[in-house]
């Protein structure tokens, strides 16, 4: 692991010469790359101090980081939750690290950006770390089912039947943290619950965290009635992708809400981006094709000065 993870550093820094020898590493070559190859293995050996095992995944994000200036405190060092498989659950990027922080400082949190840059992901393994400390009494997770046709007309076992598809990625998210076993125990007692956002209609959750998930496909009027929700000693975390918006004719109730609450005490808002990715590379490579490709559209469609 330790060659490879050698490699993929020098494949990146191909003004710089890395020797290592033993425990040493000399670097020479670019002046600006010695200086962020220091930085780097600097917080290399902060990491492996901890017994983290580094993946050459986790290396690429660190090297991004580096490139783009960004500071690496917190990253890969922070633990957010620990898997029953044993793996750690750490902030990858900077934007990440700094997701978790405002969830930790703030009652009420949206998380925008795209696909793959953990938003749901980290909220839930905050949240099951909050419920294990006895720092909230269950954890509700919830998302509009646009697909569905989600309206309060439905009857609940026609509801549940019709979302259950759309509420898959959520339980994904908690089998990745928690045995089933112990997951099912929680559904059972009521300490963690997934229901669309229509069963959240006048209810008060009262020492509960609650994740609304795919928030860019909620309404005004559903944004409004899911943020009223909140109780005492509760905290709310937002996600969702405003590219990514599935309500046809309406507005985003995530759109419109960045505008009606910013600069709200308690109130935070984190915004990630393709550097955020952590998924596949390629998903990364995938998310800027996109962005080129409707900026293209957006500049040939909007009328040019003659």
Not at 106 to 126: E, M, R, S
Not at 144 to 152: M, R, T, Y
Not at 166 to 194: C, H, N, W
Not at 247 to 260: D, H, K, M, P, Y
Request: cysteine-free; proline content about 4%; overall charge neutral.
């Amino acid at each position: 692991q330790y060659n490879r993870n050698l490699r993929v550093i020098s494949s990146a820094f191909s003004g710089a010469r890395i020797v290592a020898r033993g425990d040493k590493v000399r670097i020479e070559g670019d002046e600006e790359q010695v200086a962020q190859l220091e930085k780097l293995f600097g917080k290399l050996l902060e990491v492996v101090k901890g017994d983290h095992v580094l993946t050459p995944e986790e290396v690429r994000y660190l090297i991004a980081q580096v490139r783009e200036g960004g500071s690496l405190e917190g990253l890969l060092t922070d633990v957010v939750q620990v898997t029953h498989w044993g793996e750690t659950i750490r902030p990858k990027t900077e934007g990440q690290r700094r997701y978790v922080e405002a969830i930790h400082q703030n009652d009420v949190v949206f998380a925008i950006g795209p696909a793959g840059t953990g938003k749901t992901y980290l909220a839930v393994a905050v949240a099951l770390g909050y419920l294990k400390r006895g720092q909230v009494k269950r954890i509700v997770l919830t998302r509009p089912a646009v697909e569905a046709g989600e309206e309060l007309g439905f009857l609940p076992g026609d509801i549940l039947q019709k979302v259950n598809p759309y509420l898959r990625p959520l339980y994904d998210a908690i089998y990745d943290m928690i045995p089933v076993s112990e997951f099912e125990k929680y559904m059972q007692t009521g300490r963690i619950e997934i229901a669309p956002l229509a069963f959240m209609r006048g209810r008060t959750l009262n020492h509960a965290f609650v994740i609304l998930d795919e928030a860019q496909n909620t309404t005004h009027t559903q944004m409004k009635m899911f943020l009223t929700r909140l109780g005492f000693d509760s905290k709310a975390v937002i996600t969702g992708d405003v590219t990514q918006v599935d309500l046809e004719g309406r507005v985003s109730g995530l759109q419109e809400v960045q505008g009606i609450l910013s600069g709200i005490p308690g109130i935070a808002f984190v915004y990630l981006n393709r550097r955020d990715v952590v998924r596949h590379p390629l998903v990364k490579a995938i998310i800027e094709a996109y962005e080129r490709n409707e900026k293209a559209k957006e500049e040939k469609a909007s009328p040019t000065d003659e």
